[in-house]
T-cell receptor
Framework: EAQVTQNPRYLITVTGKKLTVTCSQN?????MSWYRQDPGLGLRQIYY???????DKGDVPEGYKVSRKEKRNFPLILESPSPNQTSLYFC????????????FGSGTRLTVV | TQLLEQSPQFLSIQEGENLTVYCNSS?????LQWYRQEPGEGPVLLVT?????EVKKLKRLTFQFGDARKDSSLHITAAQPGDTGLYLC????????FGTGTRLQVFP
């Protein structure tokens, strides 16, 4: 089944404790992206990657890092999480070309206390 | 800054009613996508419209892209409880911009 898999689904952590949210897709998509979804603010792009070893900042990149060492994986790293990073995070992928829609993962609900 | 405003924000209707959701912007997009998101899940792509004036139908859902490619509408005929969810439009230019969302609830 074609899908984007995120782990974990739920995570509660403490301020300053480094964490990684994994994302993997099995559709051979070139383009991958991370979004956060907050009430009243909608979906905002954190980082994106157009292909292996090519990453760029989205609209809200502060406090996040990403890497794209393999085509299928695009982990999101929070080096020193803070409470304002409490959010619902989505990884998404699509094939190259702007008209193609995203396939989204099921989301990771992160709480930073 | 490109913005995509959706209206209404919330919609609560009875099964069998018709409804229209609007997605408006002052910017021109090369294409526009509609997604539905259910609680606890990621958005799922419903349709992509590319040509100004284009109309696409997906069973009881009709999607239209404005002639100037700045706006779009989603019309649902005879809504059912299974249509309940958050509907998101997303416009593509140099990047994908998501709309503010319309939360639809259909009561039996």
């Amino acid at each position: 089944e074609a899908q984007v898999t995120q782990n974990p689904r739920y995570l509660i952590t403490v301020t300053g404790k480094k964490l990684t949210v994994t994302c993997s897709q099995n559709m051979n998509h070139e383009y991958m992206s991370w979004y956060r979804q907050d009430p009243g603010l909608g979906l905002r792009q954190i980082y994106y990657s157009m292909n292996v070893e090519v990453t760029d900042k989205g609209d809200v990149p502060e406090g996040y890092k990403v890497s794209r060492k393999e085509k299928r994986n695009f982990p999101l790293i929070l080096e020193s999480p803070s409470p304002n990073q409490t959010s619902l995070y989505f990884c998404a992928s699509r094939t190259a070309g702007g008209v193609y829609g995203y396939t989204f993962g099921s989301g990771t609900r992160l709480t930073v206390v | 800054t490109q913005l995509l405003e959706q209206s209404p924000q919330f919609l609560s209707i009875q099964e069998g009613e018709n409804l229209t959701v609007y997605c408006n912007s002052s910017s021109v997009f090369s294409s526009l996508q509609w997604y539905r998101q259910e609680p606890g899940e990621g958005p799922v792509l419903l349709v992509t419209v590319v040509t100004g004036g284009e109309v696409k139908k997906l069973k009881r859902l009709t999607f239209q892209f404005g002639d100037a490619r700045k706006d779009s509408s989603l019309h649902i005929t005879a809504a059912q409880p299974g249509d309940t969810g958050l509907y998101l439009c997303a416009g593509a230019s140099d990047k994908l911009i998501f709309g503010t969302g319309t939360r639809l609830q259909v009561f039996p």
